[in-house]
């Protein structure tokens, strides 16, 4: 007998190597799907006879077949049971932020996705799913019957097998954007049907390779009649082959969605207590913390020692009489980015003796603050009979660039008679406030948020010198010299910047704007509900308050005397007409808000809540940029943290390459949380949280200076 060479025995055990790597990459048995019909919005009476229908296939056609409306199926561990999923009819928010990451791991690990009907009336909030499925529901009109084309592809038999015109009866989609790059099997002739709004390319049913996976979407199957038409089924049934695809087990190996860490290994580290009214905090390089606290104190927290400390205090205007309390006080501060060697520390503060509110820095050094060293660098005039609306936050970009927010300093309540000292029966009504009438001033944002001219509503960015004076960097809205602007305004259109932060890898520049009081719309004569913003700006621009609000919705031009409407304002060519305007008429185009919502359910980031609202915005985090032992999970690299004074919640931002928003989902959703003022990320790459504590203008018990911690599986 001829012996085989070694490079014949080596070739060969290749080969059968490789035959059985194949075979075991294949599942046991025969394939399995999941049925998902969980809806939170319209509920379609043809779901019990889509089920029954798909199971009847699966015993034609050899799967098996699970029925659901349970999320809690949708966890790694059962989800890799199954070679495709099928959402027959789902609607709105069917599933939770951590369901939502299993199941994108799912698909990137090769699993399969059918879509039917209103699966694409789904998770509108989560831009991943929308591209999954193709496309997202918009309207439709009545059902009718229509001509559907059906186009020929050699990767689907049964596109052969139809009539080229298939006409039948069903509920027809309008889309609010067709899908792209899909591969599409049917689309409807318009011409055929009443309420088509998608043109002469309006798909109904496609398919493509997405993320991995794979996905098959029909608009088709409103009707309980569908479910029991051949054609139908046969095409379903091709839809759930393909989704099945070799029925091959998931690779997780390839998968780039992280899971979402279990919340219960987070919790809040007391540091100190006792704080009385704080505003905002500073992390030192060796996590030292100073805090500024709202009548003039700086507090010290020691992180070696432990030991919370009074160190300073500045002279401020914090109420207006011994019943009346304002806004103001002592409101921001920030290290410099170079304080090991220069200890220069920034404040922004209200003194008692001016009616300004004022940028400083001060000398910072071994437990000293020396109220001697400070440097005016900038002050803003401010009317102190208005109470509200400060702003303060301060914060550098990676260029050293400081930035610092101002409020808008105009009265957002009713406006009082004098000699009744009731409201007048024309007012604000929480709307925006654009009374320019001699002796209302106050209650006119076109002199200030919306004034070129006035560095009140604004996030100013400047450029610090080594002697305490700035300059103007490149970039802000005017050029100096710009006649009826102010040079150090790099946005504009704000009317409370309460809380900044800047993405030190981007540059972009995100704040929370708290918002106006209108609890309902009022269009016809006044202009949109009030809305609280999240906003990212990646250049210098006007947020358009307090012409516009949340995505650009305007208000009306309105005649305080007569209480007579005028017509909107135009967010692409605002112009603020104020007799109190001494800027420009003309304003550069206003910018949407990046995130929006109102006092009730926000129907866009229903996640949100409702109820009182003071919106702000914490760090971009990035997990490269800390030490391993004490920074948070890779889960939360380049996400944007989030926060809301008054609801008590953090909420996590993803994003994709494009910084555009992806997700929004909870941080901590089970913490005790009480009105969070500020957030920091430290050094060592914790979260440090400052709370106000739930009672205003007073020594809360329950305020408090706290270190997020994590705690690490030994895996990590």
């Given amino acids: ?127 991943w799913y929308g591209k999954l499925v193709g496309a997202y ?55 055929s049907y009443e309420g088509g709004e998608n043109g002469s390319n309006h798909p109904l049913v496609w398919y493509h390779h997405f993320d991995g996976g794979r996905s098959f979407y029909m608009e088709l199957g409103h009707t309980k009649a569908s479910y029991s038409e051949l054609n139908f089924l ?20 390839q998968v780039t969605q992280l899971r979402v860490p279990s919340q219960d290994r987070f919790s809040k580290k007391l ?67 170079d304080y090991r060697k220069n200890h220069w520390i920034y404040v922004y503060y209200s003194p008692a003796d001016t009616s300004v509110d004022r940028l400083s820095r001060f000398k910072f050094q071994d437990g000293n603050f020396d109220s001697g060293s400070e440097q005016i660098i900038l002050e803003v005039p401010t009317n102190r009979e208005v109470c509200c609306h400060t702003g303060g936050s301060i914060a550098f970009d990676a260029d050293g660039n400081l930035y610092v927010s101002t409020g808008d300093n105009t009265n957002p309540g009713d406006e009082i008679n004098p000699k009744t000292g009731k409201p007048y029966p024309i007012n604000l009504h929480g709307f925006a406030p654009l009374d320019d009438r001699p002796g209302f001033e106050k ?35 005017f050029e100096p010299g710009t006649p009826k602007t102010r040079p150090e305004i790099y946005i504009m259109g704000d009317r409370n910047p309460y809380r900044i932060s800047i993405d030190k890898h981007t540059g972009y520049l995100y704040w929370g704007e708290v918002g106006p009081d209108a ?7 006044r202009g949109p509900r009030g809305y ?44 603020n007409d104020s007799r109190n305007n001494d800027g420009l008429d003309t304003l550069p185009p206003a910018q949407p808000a990046f995130i929006w919502y109102p006092y009730a359910k926000s129907e866009i980031y229903p996640l949100l809540g409702d109820g009182g609202r003071t919106s702000m915005a914490g760090p971009v985090y990035y997990t490269d940029d800390y030490p391993a032992a004490s920074r948070l999970p890779e889960y939360y690299d380049g996400k944007f943290f989030i926060y809301d004074w008054i609801r008590d919640w953090i909420m996590v931002v993803g994003m994709n390459d494009q910084e555009e928003l992806q997700t929004i989902e909870p941080f901590m959703p089970n913490g005790d949380f009480h009105h969070i003022i500020d957030m920091e990320a430290g050094p060592d790459g914790r979260l440090y949280l400052l709370e106000y504590g739930r009672a205003w203008y007073t020594n809360n018990d329950d305020d408090g200076l706290y270190a997020i911690e994590y705690r690490r599986r030994d895996s990590e």
């Avoid at 043809?46 to 009847?56: C, F, L, R, V």
């Avoid at 609890?519 to 004569?525: I, P």
Wanted: contains cysteine; hydrophobic residues 30%.
């Fill in 532 to 575: 609280d913003e999240i906003n990212q700006a990646r250049k210098a621009g006007n947020f358009g308050w307090p012409f516009v609000i949340a995505d650009n919705k305007p208000y009306r031009h309105y005649n305080y005397a007569t209480g007579q409407s005028g017509a909107f304002y135009n967010p692409e060519h605002p112009v």
């Fill in 234 to 253: 046969d095409l379903l049934n091709a839809g759930i082959e393909y989704a099945i695809g070799d029925n091959k087990k998931l690779n997780y190996e």
């Fill in 443 to 477: 209650y006119d944002d076109g002199r200030a948020a919306g004034n070129t001219n006035d560095l009140r509503g604004k996030i100013l960015r400047i450029k610090m010198n080594s002697d305490g004076s700035y300059e103007i960097p490149d970039g802000n809205l």
């Fill in 1 to 127: 007998m001829k012996k085989l060479s070694i490079e014949t025995i080596v070739l060969i055990s290749f080969i059968i190597g490789m035959v059985l790597t194949g075979c075991s990459n294949h599942r046991s048995g025969p394939p399995k799907i999941l049925i998902y019909s969980k809806t939170d919005g319209y509920r379609h009476k043809s779901i019990p006879d889509g089920i029954k229908a798909i199971q009847k296939l699966g015993d034609q056609h050899g799967f098996k077949v699970t029925a659901t409306e349970n999320p809690n199926m949708f966890t790694e561990d059962t989800l890799r049971n199954y070679s495709a999923v099928v959402f027959l009819n789902t609607t709105h928010n069917v599933l939770n932020f951590k369901q939502q990451a299993d199941f994108k791991r799912y698909i990137q690990a090769g699993g399969g996705f059918v879509g039917i009907h209103s699966a694409s009336d789904t998770e509108y909030q989560w831009p």
């Fill in 137 to 191: 529901f918009k309207d439709h009109p009545k059902i009718q019957q229509a001509d559907l084309k059906v186009h020929q592809d050699d990767n689907f038999e049964i596109s052969t097998e139809l009539p080229s015109t298939w006409q039948r009866t069903d509920e027809w989609y309008n889309f609010r954007k067709p899908p792209h790059k899909v591969h599409v099997l049917v689309s409807i002739d318009e011409n």
């Fill in 519 to 525: 609890n309902n719309d009022s269009l016809k004569t």
């Fill in 271 to 337: 540091l100190a207590s006792s704080l009385d009214q704080p505003t905002e905090m500073t992390i030192l390089p060796n996590l030292d913390i100073l805090v500024t606290m709202r009548k003039g104190d700086i507090k010290y927290y020691d992180a070696s020692t432990e030991d919370f400390t009074k160190v300073g205090h500045l002279d401020v205007f914090y109420r207006r009489s011994k019943s009346k309390h304002s806004n103001m006080g002592l409101l921001g501060i920030k290290a410099d980015p």
